[in-house]
């Protein structure tokens, strides 16, 4: 088991330590897992390709290290506990020693089905058990998962597949979520029409029961491809830095990339984030209420606490059915010890009023958590107060995909904490903050870009199929840093504040989500000519997705046609990606040189309209008149 930090002292060392010798304090940290063969260099990086290989030569298989060396210790301890989207519906346990079984006996259906050492697998898939235990056989096998939340539409899970050239996809018949039943299977179905031609076989999980299309050529039931297979299955031999997964995700440009995450570096560091920030006992239950398909669920459902030997939730539902006390229950019932959440669920769960979290009894949790974006005061002083009683701390927890692990975080009773503050970088992370030119600020209180200008073992490797890519969105801005495209500033005690993204990325309900892509979707519109896509303060999703639409003459039904923008979003992208408003627009403001002046849309669409700076350069300024007239947040 990874070290566990227990004092200021023992943070301040740590953090020391791994600052002066690097490849000392992770060498270390990676003693304590089971490995095939030894690495022969803790360590191996430049910036500037980039190349980051950590552990190299070293031999291990994950799984080992989540299942098989729990067996003797901890085979009948429980490793995940299942929640059913219904009050009244039945849960599930596993121990490790069910789970490592479930496991072997998934892995060598994979194999029968011809999958093999660096084989790319889709998963699109609710939150069952069977997700998990697919994606841990794909890491048995050395197959490189990439899990697709199920939230996306065909043509978004299509694009996905096509970019990993999937040999199989993985999916459920329906998905039970909250009082809906989604058609989880002919979603699939349609991305296989879109020609995602490197799938030579469908695994349907049987999940409602309910019929589905089926292709003869392609499907075949879960339970049927594990009806006659052995228990065990030997590990695949995986080399450090073998492709561990994939996981798509969005940027401010193009199609969203795949980031891949490589084998010891991110075994190494979800365990000691996950044991550090939750500060995980051996008896503990820990929730984490993410979807999979998102790196949270990776690394802090599955893979960190796994590793660690911990019970391990997993929640079907929504926070708010069939109430929204639903989240409250659940602690209730099981005794959640550690909880970990999204802003955005606290804010929705805060305008639904006390009565449903003051009725339960909550006395078991002992740290809370939260991620994905930036927790306003409001909701930082409401989670604190009517569900930590006031009297837990809560971890406010920066990271990104790109990072494999928590970067920036209080240490519950540890660090001290600040709202909205994520504070101190966790051992092992150098970060800084830097102006547009890429000089150090030193000062505190100032707002600066944040970068990190060493290693970590959870680091992205590169993108898939496109090294330049990586290199370009994150190791181009400025030389020898690794830019994460967020802003912060940090006190004077040297906590961080993150203030959000700098480029043209969303954050809507904790989502991710590419401006340009929703812009390219909305293209695809028929009537439509251009259109630009901002943000702008929302109250429950944190940021509402603004959409300004040229359209091809005069519309006659301009809320029809607004359904219409809305739907093809939906259809190209997912319902997580539809605009909150529309606004039909004879023009947009833009440069001479043609391009889109996004800063005065962002005003526009945040209702300050007082101050939108310098328009005489702009090509059409008059056009700025328009918009602000007919502008819906006024
Ligand atoms: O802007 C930051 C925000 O979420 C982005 C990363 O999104 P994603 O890759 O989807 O990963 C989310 C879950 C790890 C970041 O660039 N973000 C994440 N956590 C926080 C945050 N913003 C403020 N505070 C946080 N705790």
């Known amino acids: 088991m990874v070290d566990q930090m227990k004092t200021l002292d023992d943070y301040k060392k740590a953090y020391k330590n791994s600052v002066e010798n690097p490849k000392d304090f992770w060498g270390k940290q990676a003693e304590n897992f089971v490995w095939y063969k030894k690495w022969d260099n803790v360590l191996d990086w430049n910036f500037n390709e980039p190349n980051v290989k950590w552990f190299e030569g070293g031999k291990l298989n994950i799984t080992e290290n989540c299942l098989d060396r729990h067996l003797d210790s901890r085979g009948d301890k429980t490793a995940l506990i299942w929640v059913s989207n219904e009050l009244d519906g039945e849960d599930k346990k596993y121990t490790y020693r069910e789970l490592h079984t479930e496991v072997n006996r998934f892995a060598n259906g994979l194999k029968s089905k011809g999958i093999k050492k660096g084989d790319r697998v889709v998963f699109y898939m609710p939150m069952v058990p069977e997700l998990m235990i697919g994606m841990l056989a794909c890491a048995r096998i050395g197959a490189i998962h990439s899990i697709v939340f199920a939230g996306f539409s065909s043509q978004a899970l299509a694009d996905r597949v096509q970019d990993a050239e999937a040999k199989m996809i993985i999916c459920s018949d329906f998905n039970n979520r909250g009082a809906k039943k989604i058609p989880v299977k002919a979603v699939v179905d349609n991305a296989i029409k879109m020609g995602c031609t490197s799938v030579e076989t469908v695994v349907v999980h049987k999940n409602t029961g309910a019929e589905v299309e089926w292709n003869e050529n392609l499907d075949i039931y879960l339970h049927d491809l594990t009806a006659n297979v052995d228990d065990y299955c030997k590990p695949e031999e995986m080399d450090a830095e073998d492709p561990l997964f994939i996981l798509y995700?969005?940027?401010?440009?193009?199609?969203?990339?795949?980031?891949?995450?490589?084998?010891?570096?991110?075994?190494?560091?979800?365990?000691?984030?996950?044991?550090?920030?939750?500060?995980?006992?051996?008896?503990?239950?820990?929730?984490?209420?993410?979807?999979?398909?998102?790196?949270?669920?990776?690394?802090?459902?599955?893979?960190?606490?796994?590793?660690e030997g911990a019970t391990t939730m997993m929640f079907e539902g929504v926070p708010t059915y069939p109430d929204a006390g639903r989240f409250w229950e659940i602690v209730q019932k099981y005794k959640v010890n550690q909880f970990y959440t999204a802003p955005t669920a606290i804010r929705a769960l805060m305008a639904k009023g006390d009565d449903f979290v003051d009725k339960y009894d909550l006395s078991s949790l002992?740290?809370?958590?939260?991620?994905?974006?930036?927790?306003?005061?409001?909701?930082?002083?409401?989670?604190f107060e009517k569900v930590g009683r006031r009297s837990i701390p809560i971890v406010d927890t920066w990271w990104q995909t790109e990072t494999g692990g928590i970067m920036i975080s209080p240490l519950p009773l540890?660090?001290?904490?600040?709202?909205?503050?994520?504070?101190?970088?966790?051992?092992?992370?150098?970060?800084?903050?830097?102006?547009?030119?890429?000089?150090?600020?030193?000062?505190n209180e100032v707002e600066g870009l944040l970068c990190v200008k060493h290693p970590w073992p959870g680091i992205l490797r590169t993108t898939w199929g496109d090294h330049k890519r990586?290199?370009?969105?994150?190791?181009?801005?400025?030389?020898?840093?690794?830019?994460?495209?967020?802003?912060?500033?940090?006190d004077e005690d040297g906590r961080y504040?993150?203030?959000?993204?700098?480029?043209?990325?969303?954050?809507?309900?904790?989502?991710?989500?590419?401006?340009?892509?929703?812009?390219?979707?909305?293209?695809?519109?028929?009537?439509?000519?251009?259109?630009?896509?901002?943000?702008?303060?929302?109250?429950?999703?944190?940021?509402?997705?603004?959409?300004?639409?040229?359209?091809?003459?005069?519309?006659?039904?301009?809320?029809?046609?607004?359904?219409?923008?809305?739907?093809?979003?939906?259809?190209?992208?997912?319902?997580?990606?539809?605009?909150?408003?529309?606004?039909?627009?004879?023009?947009?403001?833009?440069?001479?040189?043609?391009?889109?002046?996004?800063?005065?849309?962002?005003?526009?669409?945040?209702?300050d309209m007082s101050n939108l700076g310098d328009i005489s350069t702009l090509l059409n300024p008059e056009i700025v008149e328009e918009i602000k007239r007919k502008a819906k947040n006024k």
């Open 366 to 383: 002992k740290v809370l958590g939260t991620v994905g974006e930036p927790i306003n005061e409001e909701a930082w002083i409401w989670y």
């Open 497 to 607: 504040r993150i203030i959000g993204r700098v480029d043209d990325v969303l954050n809507v309900s904790g989502h991710r989500i590419g401006t340009a892509e929703v812009e390219n979707a909305i293209n695809e519109t028929p009537g439509v000519v251009e259109s630009a896509v901002v943000g702008y303060p929302h109250d429950i999703k944190g940021q509402g997705i603004y959409a300004f639409v040229i359209t091809k003459g005069k519309i006659s039904d301009e809320a029809e046609f607004k359904k219409l923008v809305a739907n093809t979003v939906r259809t190209e992208i997912g319902p997580i990606a539809k605009p909150d408003i529309i606004q039909l627009v004879s023009g947009l403001p833009k440069t001479r040189s043609g391009k889109i002046m996004r800063r005065i849309l962002r005003k526009i669409a945040t209702g």
């Open 249 to 307: 995700t969005s940027g401010s440009t193009g199609k969203p990339k795949g980031v891949v995450h490589t084998t010891g570096g991110y075994m190494v560091y979800t365990a000691y984030t996950f044991k550090n920030v939750f500060q995980y006992q051996e008896d503990d239950i820990y929730w984490c209420t993410a979807d999979i398909g998102w790196i949270t669920g990776h690394s802090y459902i599955t893979y960190g606490p796994l590793l």
């Open 414 to 443: 540890i660090t001290d904490m600040r709202p909205t503050f994520a504070s101190y970088p966790l051992p092992g992370i150098q970060t800084i903050l830097v102006d547009t030119e890429g000089n150090t600020i030193e000062e």
């Open 470 to 490: 990586c290199k370009q969105t994150y190791f181009s801005a400025f030389p020898e840093l690794y830019f994460t495209g967020d802003a912060a500033r940090r």
